[in-house]
Structure formats: structure tokens, C-alpha cells
């Protein structure tokens, strides 16, 4: 059983179409994130978000938005898509830490390689 | 905010060599700190990490890891390294200012040689 999925795995579109990318995960995570990978592989996040409290990395456009509809899902969604929004998006899930407790590891999916031409 | 630099961009060793990636990180208190590891077209897999307590850390596949507060390091060994062992490798510190999520160091590419 797949634990953090992604769909599509590979998704090619032109420049100011809108398009979405789904993730899911079985594992009754709490919180889920959204990273993207360049095209010299350096990861950044995006998104943090569970289902209290959203937090969004200052420097990623608005055009970018996290929908979740319920726990176990976190879709992107891409408004206007750029060229420079071309890079492989991973999503990824953890349980979420108490106060005062030791933090848990994350669960990546197999990343969506968005190509934007 | 907390980082982590990974020194080495890319590290050629022999099939059977030895094998430390480096990893240096920023932060005042005790970090949470990650290794994982991607090889070509796959995700990112958890090969160790380190919250407290015991400061040499084990993880899959072979590998284990440091702590050193005094230098600020968590650097990933194994003693002998595998032809399957090329990839990517990435060290990561848990950013408290940002849900939790995780800040990557920008990669170190592991090349093996026969």
C-alpha cells in the first residue's frame, strides 16, 4: 500500500493554464506539506498545513493555493502557470508534534514533475 | 531560521570504499535533524535522524550518522558503499517557524565507481 500519493505523476501544460496536482495519504497523518524541487534539485517548502493552521512560505506566489477537503488529502492548485513554476513537486505528511514532545518524520510521495512550456 | 549546508556538491568513491557526507547546521538549541536519501526519478526515503539522546544515530541500509553539537555537524558514514548506494543525499533540520516543515540542505550527488 502506497503510503503518500501523488497524481499525476507527470504533467505537461502551457504557460496561463490552471491546473492541479492531488496528494493523498493513508498513514492518518495530521499534517501535510507541500515541497518543490528545482531544477537543481534544491527543496523548498511551500505549504504547512494541518487542519488548524496554514502556513505558507513568504516567497511562494498567491497564484499557488493548498486545498484540503478532508485529513487524509492536500491538492495544489496553480493559477496562471509560468515557466518557472517547471520543477518536480513532492508532497509529504507527518504526524504533528505536541508541546514539549520530540518531533516526527515525514513521508514523502513520489513527486509530480510539472513541465510548463 | 534554521539551516543546514552540505559542503560537498558532488563525492566520487569506490564500490567498497568508506564513505562521510557533510553536513553543518545553523540553529541555537538542539535541532531535529534528517538524512534521506533520492535516487533518480524516485522520492525522497528516510535514512536516519536525530532528535536526542545517543548522539551516533543508525539508520537503513547501512548508514548511520554523528551528532556534534561542538561543530555543528551531523555528518552521514557507512563503512563500505554499494553501487545501488548512488544518489542524492540530503540533510535537513526541522524549521519550528514554518509548521514543522523541513529545510533541505542543497543536496550532495554520491557517484561509485567499480
Known amino acids: 500500500d502506497t503510503a503518500v500519493s501523488q497524481t499525476p505523476k507527470y504533467l505537461v501544460t502551457q504557460m496561463g493554464n490552471d491546473k492541479s496536482i492531488k496528494c493523498e495519504q493513508n498513514l492518518g497523518h495530521d499534517t501535510m506539506y507541500w515541497y518543490k524541487q528545482d531544477s537543481k534539485k534544491f527543496l523548498k517548502i511551500m505549504f504547512s498545513?494541518?487542519?488548524?493552521?496554514?502556513?505558507i512560505n513568504e516567497t511562494v506566489p498567491n497564484r499557488f493555493s493548498p486545498k484540503s477537503p478532508d485529513k487524509a488529502h492536500l491538492n495544489l492548485h496553480i493559477n496562471s502557470l509560468e515557466l518557472g513554476d517547471s520543477a518536480v513537486y513532492f508532497c509529504?505528511?507527518?504526524?504533528?508534534?505536541?508541546?514539549?514532545?520530540?518531533?516526527?518524520?515525514?513521508?514523502f510521495g513520489p513527486g509530480t514533475r510539472l513541465t510548463v512550456t | 531560521a534554521q539551516s543546514v549546508t552540505q559542503p560537498d556538491i558532488h563525492i566520487t568513491v569506490s564500490e567498497g570504499a568508506s564513505l562521510e557526507l557533510r553536513c553543518n547546521y545553523s540553529?541555537?538549541?538542539?535541532?531535529?535533524l534528517f538524512w534521506y536519501v533520492q535516487s533518480p526519478g524516485q522520492g525522497l526515503q528516510l535514512l536516519l535522524k536525530?532528535?536526542?539522546?545517543?548522539?551516533l544515530v543508525q539508520g537503513i541500509k547501512g548508514f548511520e550518522a554523528e551528532f556534534k553539537r561542538s561543530q555543528s555537524s551531523f555528518n552521514l558514514r557507512k563503512p563500505s558503499v554499494h553501487w545501488s548506494d548512488a544518489a542524492e543525499y540530503f540533510c535537513?533540520?526541522?524549521?519550528?517557524?514554518?509548521?514543522?516543515?523541513?529545510?533541505f540542505g542543497k543536496g550532495t550527488s554520491l557517484l561509485v565507481t567499480p
Open positions: 535537513a533540520v526541522e524549521s519550528s517557524n514554518s509548521g514543522y516543515a523541513l529545510n
Open positions: 540553529y541555537g538549541a538542539t535541532p531535529y
Open positions: 536525530y532528535f536526542s539522546g545517543d548522539t
Open positions: 498545513y494541518n487542519n488548524k493552521e496554514l502556513i
Open positions: 509529504a505528511s507527518s504526524r504533528r508534534p505536541g508541546a514539549g514532545k520530540s518531533s516526527y518524520e515525514q513521508y
